[in-house]
């Protein structure tokens, strides 16, 4: 042991890397691996067809689509939530900062069946919004608020740790040089915040692609209109169509995946530009 | 420019920040303002520049701030052409030492903007000025600690302030470049003769900085002064305590030709040891401990008649002149002596 001590400055190397490792492999590769290898029963015409049907090329559409949008609306609603909540202190902002928490907490299928409730055309929004043409409920519209709402604490979560690190000389530095407030938050503030809020972004992103449980109740599920991809997964295992639903999983894998690297890659140029 | 302040107060919460302060700053004067932590420099710096307010009163004349006798007391911190320097250089990270400097010019209105050859132009001239040339492309992060000062130096002054404020500007640098930077910052003064205020804890620093020092001791001012003035004729117990070294004594015996308990202050410089005495002020003490580094020697004595114990500062020649031995009996006399009976200053010199 002492001489392992005296060779390394951080000991356990090995073994932490090893463990690491293996549990990353456990738990998330061994599944996925399971997805590809089931999709192998295919051949490449059938793997093809399966997931190029109209039906779900459609689907691809709603769900990244209504992702994207929640995430991208969350971006700046995450960023002045968790602006107010570290730079001001008023009556009632622990009880705020506890409900940011909520979505992670409740049953995606509550907020589901709730939003539903309130949107739906006698709901008490949905009551409200059907005189001027707007429809929520069942239409893509819906899928993209339950979006929403998941995908809020993300945005708020990542960006309040480092709003709270910010060090206020900045922006008083930023004003005796006689930046306006709107200067001082544009070219000042936001670009050290950006990292985090593309974080929050991708987090917020990520999660949106693999609801399920809020958005079934919401999106009434219409083939070719409001069905989602994870939707159209648990039909084909309903019918007993195995490979076919590997086979869609196996597409949301990569696309997720070249998604969410892309973005990585965005940021660490960004936060070399910054040089932190 | 000149600055003045007129009955200044501030609080936070219970806390007294400032209570009625005056300050007058001539123009082209560097001025430090020194005082322990929780004095209230730094608040009345940044009651200066505009980043905090002092508590409103009825009184229309109170709690107000002027340039130049023009009251600019209502004016926002970027109206008042003032240049501040943090103690923590608050640099933009994510900008180059260039736009750092040039932020000041480029956040100007359209029709008050510089051409953008003329803002390049005055951030070369002002990094050249802080000797910081070939370090335009650096991020923040990328200097040292001396050199993100100069930048945040550089930055404060692009915007040609009337006056600079500069809030413990070498609080955070190890000590030799704090006092290279000292020096520096003394000859940019004598270059530029910007109004200048630094607030400081460090008294060497604003004895050896500074045209004039303000002293300042729980959120008031105690003396204001040239550095010579108030460490020589020191106006209060605490200017005498805060500025070098000194002994507190009780006035004890009838010796010192001073009635009743008083307090006695004496530098250890002016405390002469003496073999053989006539006169009458002398008091016998022996010698604790004798130690001699450099040109002085300091000798550790306990007086005979109150056993309160203090420091002298002996040239190295008398010392060995005198030849003190540890436990020895010897007699002393003070040089110069300053006593504030019940919070009144008064000064005798003696011997």
């Known amino acids: 042991m002492m001489r392992i001590k005296k060779r390394s400055v951080i000991p356990g190397f090995g073994l932490s890397v090893g463990f690491a490792l293996t549990y990353l492999s456990v738990i998330i590769l061994l599944p996925l691996a399971a997805t590809f290898i089931k999709t192998a029963d295919l051949s490449w015409t059938q793997f093809w067809s399966a997931v190029t049907s109209d039906r779900v090329l459609a689907s691809y559409k709603v769900t990244f689509g209504a992702s994207l949008a929640a995430a991208l609306f969350n971006m700046p609603c995450g960023l002045m939530l968790a602006w107010v909540l570290v730079r001001y202190d008023f009556v009632g902002r622990r009880v705020v900062d506890a409900l940011v928490d909520l979505p992670f907490a409740l049953p995606t299928a509550v907020a589901g069946i709730s939003l539903t409730s309130l949107y739906s055309t006698n709901g008490l929004f949905g009551k409200l919004l059907e005189p001027i043409g707007i429809k929520v409920a069942y239409t893509p519209i819906g899928i ?3 979006l929403t709402f998941i995908g809020l604490p993300f945005v708020v979560r990542t960006v309040q740790p480092v709003l709270q690190e910010l060090e206020p000389e900045i922006e008083e530095a930023s004003a005796t040089l006689g930046a306006s407030r709107l200067q001082t938050i544009r070219r000042v503030v936001l670009p050290g915040l950006m990292p985090s809020v593309l974080t929050g972004f991708t987090l917020a992103f990520a999660r949106a692609i693999g609801e399920y449980g809020s958005v079934v109740f919401i999106s009434g599920n219409m083939p070719m209109r409001t069905e989602i991809t994870p939707l159209l997964i648990i039909t084909k295992l309903e019918q007993y169509e195995y490979a076919e639903a590997t086979a869609l999983a196996v597409v949301m894998l990569v696309i997720s995946f070249a998604l969410l690297l892309f973005i990585q890659i965005v940021q660490g140029r960004l936060q070399r530009r910054l040089g932190t | 420019m000149s600055i003045e302040a007129r009955n200044i107060r501030k609080h936070f919460g219970d806390f007294t920040a400032l209570a009625g302060v005056d300050l007058k700053v001539e123009s082209g004067r560097l001025t430090a303002l020194l005082g322990p932590s929780g004095s209230g420099k730094t608040t009345l710096l940044r009651i200066i520049a505009g980043l905090e307010f002092p508590d409103v009163t009825d009184d229309p004349n109170s709690g107000r701030v002027f340039f130049h006798g023009k009251d600019v007391s209502d004016l926002p911190t970027g109206r008042r052409s003032v240049g501040f320097v943090f103690q923590h250089y608050a640099l933009f990270k994510h900008m180059t030492v260039f ?27 002002l990094l050249s000025l802080m000797q910081l040339d070939g370090l335009e492309r650096r991020l923040p992060d990328q200097l040292s600690g001396g050199q993100r000062q100069r930048v945040a130096l550089a930055r404060a002054l ?37 109004t200048t205020v630094f607030v400081t804890h460090d008294q060497e620093e604003a004895l050896e900085l500074a045209d004039e020092v303000v002293v300042m001791n729980n959120a008031r001012i105690e003396q204001v002064g040239d550095p010579q003035e108030v460490y020589d004729v020191p106006a209060s117990p605490f200017v005498i305590e805060f500025l070098g070294n000194v002994n507190r004594l009780e006035s004890g015996t009838g010796k010192l030709h001073v009635a009743g308990k008083d307090t006695l202050y004496v530098r250890p410089h002016d405390v002469d040891i003496r073999r053989d005495y006539d006169g009458e002020n002398a008091l016998p003490a022996r010698v604790l401990h004798v130690f001699s580094a450099g040109n002085y020697g300091r000798v550790t004595l306990r007086r005979l008649d109150t056993g309160e114990t203090f420091e002298a500062e002996v040239p190295r020649d008398r010392l060995s002149e005198l030849k003190l031995a540890d436990g020895e009996e010897v007699l002393v006399v003070f040089r110069h002596v300053r006593l504030f009976p019940k919070g009144k200053f008064y000064e005798t010199d003696i011997g």
């Open chain 1, 144 to 146: 993209w608020v339950a």
């Open chain 2, 99 to 125: 736009d750092n400097v040039a932020f000041g010019m480029t956040v100007r209105r359209r029709s008050e903007r510089p051409a953008r050859a003329d803002i390049a132009e005055r951030v070369r001239e």
């Open chain 2, 158 to 194: 692009a915007v040609q302030p009337k006056v600079l404020l500069l809030d413990e500007p070498f609080g955070a640098l190890d000590a030799q470049v704090r006092k290279d930077l000292r020096r520096w910052l003394r000859g940019l003064h004598e270059k530029l003769h910007v």
